[in-house]
Each structure stands twice: as structure tokens, then as C-alpha cells.
């Protein structure tokens, strides 16, 4: 069974040809970062409007790179929610008349799902396992039952985490999109130039959540409060110690949410899911007999590839959308207690 997935949430135009779930025949990604460079961020009605240019040649180079014809597709799957909205609508109108005009099943995807379910594709983990879904919009910490049964542990209760290296990248001005900038940086810095602190969330119920922004705070505006008094204040030590202190209070939930649950198998997702301290993090949790596994660097930031992947699911247990379902800018998917 050929899915073609198409992703356009944000301001990556991606479109996948995946067979059986599993085998990625075809995953384009054409990005739009460097068009949103001048701004430092993403801007919705840029990201539509390009969307709207490049679509049809996205999907049509995934389909002629897996070596297929549209009339092999055997289903259409497009991330409909959360996301700009502008930016979905483009995706989910253009799969809808594909779907029509090639008559077969057409569905929509969780964008937040698709991310923890990404590394499934790849290295398939039994469930249960602990979800850690970290991205520009989401910190979440889960606990997944199913592809499609998900229990909220715990959140950021502010920042993303993506969003907090994005901020702190921007007001150094390291480079866009920042994740990626302090990650490289890193690797020069010494970690320990400047002892950020962990933000601390007490009370019933907020036992695994996480606080980002007072993080980026003291990194933005406190600087001296926190540097050893010797160290360079360079751009790499301030990203090396930002990093590790914003990767150090997110592994710390997690080793309490391993304890609690008893759970064995950690899988992460997600643009953060990219990072090299994340990472081997969460690898050294191994020694401690656990299994972890994370989705390659192209499945870990958006693609179209993890859409497929998780429609098949879907697809195999019935689902199908009609075309009355259309985008909507946020869920209700990712909350506690739902
Ligand atoms: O999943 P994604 O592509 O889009 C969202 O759904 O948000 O994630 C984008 C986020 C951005 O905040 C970006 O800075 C971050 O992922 N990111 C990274 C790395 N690569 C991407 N953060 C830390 N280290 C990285 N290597
Ligand atoms: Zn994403």
C-alpha cells in the first residue's frame, strides 16, 4: 500500500511516498528557512504563500522519486492540525482534490502524533513506552499506549524547549533557526562557563512538567548572575551551558517518569529529538537496561514521511476522513487529562 503524506504546518513543504508504513520510497523536504532568514523567525504569510508555490512540485518529485505514478498512491494523508494555520490549509486542500481526482481514501494527521510516532517507522518499539515529544511548539513527556493512545505525563508549562533555544539563538544573535546553531556551537564550548539553573516546579499534579522561560531568562538577561567569573563569555560557552542545562532539566523528568511508571522503553520525536547532548542522553540510559530509540535526523524536524507512516496505521484500522474535515491551528490532543 502506497500513502502519500503531505506535511505544510509550518514552513517545511514536504511530501513522502512510504510503502506498508514502513518502507520510505520517497521523503522531500524543501525548506523555507532561508526565505524566513531576514526575519529570524517564520512568517505565517510568507510560509503560506510559498507553500502555495511549491506544493505541486513537492508532491510531484516525491512520487517520481519513489518511481511511482499518482495512480499508484493508494491514499492521500495531510497534517491538518496544529500548525499556522494558513500554512495547513494550503496541504489540506491540495491532498483533498488529489484524493478526489484519484478517488481513494484521504486522512488527516496530528502533526504532534506523527512526531512521536516517527521513530517507529525505523526501529519499531513495543509498547508501552515513554513518549518524549520535543519541538518549536511542544515538551511533552507521555506515556504511549498505542499509536493512537497517548497519556500526558507532563508539559512545559511555558516555552517549548525548541522555543527557548530558538529565543536565546536570536537574542545572541548565533543564527536561525537556532537549535540547530547552539547545537553546533556546543561542541567548542565548555558547558560548565556559565551554572544556568534548573527550573524548579513544585506541587500536586506538576510532577514531570517543565518551565523553559525562566531558563531563557537567566540566559538573556542574568548572565553574570550565573558565569564561574573566569570563562570566556563566548557564544560558545554560553550555548554549551545553556544546552546542557535546558537538556539536564528535561532528562532529569524523564529518569522520574522512568522510575514512577516502571516503563522500560523510552522513544523521543520531534525537532529537539535532533540534538546531539539529547541524544546521547538519552542512549546512556541504556546502560540502566533500557531501550531507547529516536528517529533519524530527517524524521526527528518535519516531513512528510512520519504523515505516511502513521496514516498507514489509521488506513489498516479503518480510519478515513471525509472532506468536510479541514485545519485547524491547535489541538486538544497534547493536553493533561484528556
Ligand atoms: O519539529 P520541528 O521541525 O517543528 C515543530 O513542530 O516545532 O522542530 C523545530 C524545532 C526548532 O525550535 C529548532 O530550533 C529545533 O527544533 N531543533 C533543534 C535541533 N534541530 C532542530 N534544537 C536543538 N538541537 C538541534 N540539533
Ligand atoms: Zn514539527
Redesign the pocket.
Known amino acids: 500500500m502506497y500513502v502519500l503524506g503531505i506535511e505544510t ?2 514552513d ?1 513543504c514536504s511530501a513522502a511516498i512510504v510503502e506498508d508504513g514502513r518502507n520510505i520510497l520517497s521523503n522531500v523536504v524543501a525548506t523555507q528557512i532561508e526565505l524566513h532568514k531576514p526575519y529570524e523567525g517564520v512568517v505565517p504569510e510568507l510560509a503560506s504563500r510559498l507553500h502555495t508555490e511549491w506544493i505541486d512540485q513537492v508532491v510531484l518529485a516525491a512520487i517520481n522519486q519513489a518511481g511511482i505514478t499518482k495512480e499508484d498512491i493508494d491514499a492521500v494523508a495531510v497534517t491538518n492540525r496544529p ?1 499556522l494555520l494558513g500554512s495547513l490549509l494550503v496541504g489540506v486542500n491540495f491532498a483533498k482534490g488529489l484524493a478526489a481526482s484519484l478517488d481513494v481514501p484521504f486522512i488527516t494527521i496530528d ?2 502524533r506523527a ?1 512521536l510516532y516517527a521513530s517507529q517507522i525505523e526501529n519499531p518499539q513495543e509498547y508501552p513506552y515513554l513518549g518524549i515529544l ?5 515538551t511533552v513527556i507521555c506515556k504511549v499506549k498505542g499509536y493512537d493512545e497517548v497519556e500526558v505525563m507532563g508539559t512545559t508549562i511555558d516555552d ?4 527557548a ?2 529565543k536565546v ?1 536570536k537574542h545572541y544573535g548565533l543564527g536561525y ?4 546553531v ?3 556551537l556546543s561542541k567548542n564550548g565548555n558547558n560548565k562557563a556559565f551554572l544556568f539553573p534548573g527550573p524548579t516546579i513544585n506541587g500536586e499534579g506538576h510532577e514531570y512538567d517543565i518551565s523553559y522561560s525562566g531558563l531563557k531568562t537567566a540566559v538573556i538577561n542574568q548572565l553574570d548572575k550565573f558565569w564561574d567569573g573566569e570563562s570566556e563569555k563566548s557564544q560558545e560557552n554560553i550555548a554549551a551551558s545553556f ?1 546542557r542545562a535546558a537538556v539536564n532539566v528535561l532528562m532529569k523528568r524523564i529518569r522520574l517518569a522512568l522510575k514512577d511508571t516502571g516503563l522500560k522503553r523510552v522513544s523521543a ?4 529529538a ?5 541524544r546521547s542522553e538519552l542512549k546512556a540510559l541504556e546502560k540502566g537496561g533500557y531501550s531507547v530509540t529516536f528517529p533519524s ?1 530527517k524524521l ?3 516531513n512528510g514521511a512520519m504523515i505516511a507512516g502513521l496514516a498507514y496505521r489509521y488506513l489498516q484500522d479503518g480510519v478515513r476522513d471525509d472532506f468536510n474535515v479541514t485545519a485547524s491551528a491547535r489541538v486538544s490532543a497534547f493536553k493533561k487529562n484528556q
Open positions: 504546518s509550518c517545511e500548525g502533526h504532534i512526531h520535543v519541538s518549536g511548539g511542544h517549548a524547549i525548541g522555543e533555544f530558538d539563538a533557526p537556532g537549535g540547530v547552539i547545537d553546533r544546552q520525536g520531534g525537532g529537539v535532533a540534538n546531539s547532548l539529547l535526523l526527528c524536524t518535519d
